[in-house]
């Protein structure tokens, strides 16, 4: 274990306390390649999604190597044996394979998806058939639809067509057409524009009721938004252009608006809501013609949620949530059988677990602590448990807990240290574990929901043998107090690191909201890739600095309206304490990050440029102004009225101070931090005469990895520029 004193360097103050053992010192392993880090040798075992069904089953869609047939199967949570076979694509004439499958409500029919074209960066149409499983019948729904979703009596398959809405009358084979205005880049029916799809994290906006007599559907009206288009090269004589609607911060959104469709008397109505700009969530209730509905204003610091009575056409207000920073948006809304209902929130200053009378008053606040809530599983209405994962023992941890409805009998229910996500069997009488830390790989375990271990489903013991014969070395974590703040931070030192030899230090971050880089969970692939530089001589770090997450509301929403101050003030912070120890070389410190962490490092090596020699950012945003309304003015509100939050820690208005070496890396195709932040960031620094480097991947998304080697050539390019620029000669 490490100890560091108290330190006084430049103004600020540094207490570090150590939480793991130090480096491991030998040096008798193999090296990491950049091949075997992209090729999947380090790749652990992952289970198949798996579907939880009704009672103890679970199924999992398998492929056969050796055919290609695709199958549904059942297996047992108990015995993990499997029970049967579903459907096999090789027993269907005309489907010889499907990549997607949903049941209905009581798993008589199967809705079969393949074909798949991608729409916006998270959503597809398909083709889709029905299965219904004692017929073995196929009958197909449709080609080039999106989101087929079965009503609750199985009636009925709900799906959006050309920016359409429809219905297939399952009964009678019929196709009802609900809405006949959609229109691309104009008029969206029943699924989300790209930002509703990429910052809200939905695609099917539509909802059917309990009784499968309304289906609540949002209507998107992008006519006003600025339209943004990217040339696409690709491999035709003249390239192309793909033009879609992007509203940047400050600019016009999408009108949204409710629409009911009612099943008995064929028509449409809105649903009528004032003062809102976003409406993020709608769920029907357990009472059949009682919908909610969750709505934001532009600031997005005051949400409301709504009880709609399709009967009486009222709407009421049952909750009210707002902040001076912002509320964020959840998917823990869960209704019991008297219409009460479960909700998280972090207005005690973390996030905690509660439950509301079905008015919209407070029964009780299940969880409390200084803690927080990271995932919200469940409710079981037999045992009257309510199952979460949180941060209880540090914040770098996740650890599953099962506790009463009324807040008592509090259990954990997997290892304390190291981070566990389950997932839970429909019935809440199961969960598979999946659990990892710094020193253990990814393992899959199957316990029953009181927490009794009952099988190792996957141990990955084979890859746990394979990184013995690796020349790594072990994370040291630790807290530092940087700028008043107690930081979460990890390092990576050579296996054969000798403390009386400098060594130069690569820093990565990522350090957006609400995020985290410092956890204490099991390799990936960048950790190798840190591992591979680390065995070159160079040490590695990682610090989450203000404005990230899991260690409550204030410290998350400091960076409010000033994203890329107090971030990059911390990251400086802790360069400099890096470059005070005796084991470092201070001429040699190096940043680097990806989208907002691509904004950190700029911002960092321009405004540390003191400090840092050399930075790479990879699909940076370099102003705010070029961002997405819905994140951006989160955190920013919008430009015309925060003008100086914009523009003061954008690094295109700090090209000036640029001293040491700086990489520009970007996809001209993404299509979420347009190449625009590059290109403009390029303009600054060549009307600053400012020397650097660029490289753009042509057509590459913003995780730039289609196409043969793409991932290997950005990361031995990434290699070669840290080697060249910190490497000791």
């Excluded at 973390?350 to 606040?365: C, P, R, W």
């Excluded at 957006?512 to 960048?526: D, K, L, T």
């Excluded at 650097?692 to 290699?719: C, S, V």
């Amino acid at each position: 274990m490490r100890k560091l004193c108290l330190l006084a360097i430049f103004g600020l103050l540094f207490t570090v306390k150590s939480q793991t053992n130090t480096a491991n010192t030998s040096t008798s392993g193999k090296e990491i390649t950049l091949e075997e880090i992209w090729n999947g040798t380090f790749t652990p075992e992952y289970m198949n999604a798996l579907n939880s069904m009704n009672g103890d089953f679970y199924s999992v869609l398998n492929v056969d190597p050796a055919t290609g047939n695709t199958s549904v199967d059942k297996y047992s949570y108990l015995t993990q044996q499997k029970v049967e076979t579903i459907v096999n694509s090789k027993d269907l004439y005309g489907l010889s394979s499907f990549s997607s499958y949903s049941f209905n409500n009581d798993e008589t029919k199967l809705l079969l998806g393949t074909d798949f074209k991608k729409v916006y960066r998270h959503s597809y149409k398909g083709t889709y058939y029905v299965y219904t499983i004692a017929t073995k019948q196929l009958a197909l729904i449709g080609k080039d639809i999106q989101e087929p979703t079965f009503s609750p009596d199985s009636k009925k398959v709900a799906y959006a067509k050309d920016n359409n809405l429809y219905v297939r009358d399952l009964v009678g084979n019929a196709e009802i057409r609900i809405t006949t205005d959609g229109k691309v880049n104009s008029i969206i029916n029943g699924t989300t524009d790209w930002v509703y799809e990429e910052e809200f994290g939905f695609v099917r906006a539509f909802d059917w009721s309990k009784d499968s007599n309304y289906l609540a559907f949002l209507r998107f009206d992008e006519t006003e938004v600025p339209e943004f288009s990217m040339e696409v090269t690709g491999n035709s004589l003249y390239p192309s252009v793909n033009k879609f609607k992007y509203p940047k911060a400050g600019e016009k959104n999408a009108k949204v608006v409710l629409n009911l469709f009612n099943f008995s008397q064929k028509n449409i109505r809105r649903i009528d809501l004032r003062g809102y700009e976003y409406i993020p969530r709608i769920q029907w209730t357990n009472q059949p013609d009682v919908l909610s509905i969750t709505t934001l204003n532009r600031h997005q610091n005051d949400l409301k949620l709504y009880f709609y009575n399709a009967t009486s056409k009222s709407s009421k207000v049952v909750l009210n949530e707002t902040d001076e920073a912002y509320v964020d948006i959840q998917d823990n809304l869960t209704f019991l059988a008297d219409n009460s209902f479960i909700w998280t929130s972090e207005k005690d200053g973390f996030n905690h677990i509660y439950h509301y009378n079905n008015d919209g008053t407070l029964k009780n606040q299940i969880t409390k602590g200084s803690w927080e809530v990271t995932n919200y599983y469940g409710y079981n209405k037999e045992s009257k448990k309510v199952f979460y994962q949180s941060v209880e023992n540090g914040s770098i941890n996740r650890g599953v807990y099962s506790i009463n409805l009324d807040g008592t009998d509090k259990k954990l229910l997997t290892p304390k240290s190291g981070q566990s996500y389950a997932s839970f069997s429909k019935n809440m009488q199961f969960f598979i574990n999946t659990y990892s830390s710094a020193n253990q790989v990814p393992t899959y375990t199957l316990y029953s929901s009181d927490g009794k271990k009952i099988k190792t489903l996957i141990d990955n013991l084979e890859l746990q043998i394979k990184v013995k014969r690796y020349n790594l070395s072990k994370k040291e974590f630790f807290t530092a107090k940087i700028n008043g703040n107690d930081l979460n931070m990890w390092m990576i030192k050579p296996a054969n690191f000798d403390p009386n030899k400098k060594y130069p230090v690569l820093m990565f971050q990522y350090s957006g909201p609400g995020s985290q880089e410092v956890a204490n969970r099991w390799n990936r692939s960048n950790d190798y890739w840190h591992q591979m530089l680390a065995q070159k001589g160079i040490i590695v770090a990682v610090v989450d600095g203000r404005g990230t997450g899991f260690k409550g509301r204030d410290f998350k929403k400091v960076t409010q309206k000033q994203l890329g101050k107090y971030e990059v003030e911390d990251q400086i912070a802790a360069a400099r304490f890096l470059a005070r120890q005796p084991y470092v070389d201070a001429s040699k410190i190096g940043i680097w990050g990806w989208s907002y962490g691509g904004f950190m490092s700029s911002n960092s090596i321009l405004k540390g440029n003191d400090v840092f020699s050399m930075a790479i950012a990879v699909a940076p945003v370099t102003s705010w102004r070029f961002y997405d309304t819905v994140y951006t003015e989160r955190y920013m509100t919008t430009p015309q009225e925060n003008p100086s939050g914009y523009d003061d820690n954008s690094p295109i208005n700090h090209v000036d101070k640029l001293k040491g070496k700086y990489l520009l890396i970007h996809g001209s195709g993404d299509d979420n931090v347009h190449v625009q932040n590059t290109m403009r960031m390029v303009n600054a620094l060549v009307g600053a005469n400012k020397q650097f480097d660029l490289f753009i991947y042509p057509d590459r998304a913003h995780g730039i990895y289609k196409g043969k080697n793409t991932r290997l050539n950005l990361y031995t390019k990434m290699t070669d520029f840290v080697l060249e620029n910190l490497k000791n000669k």
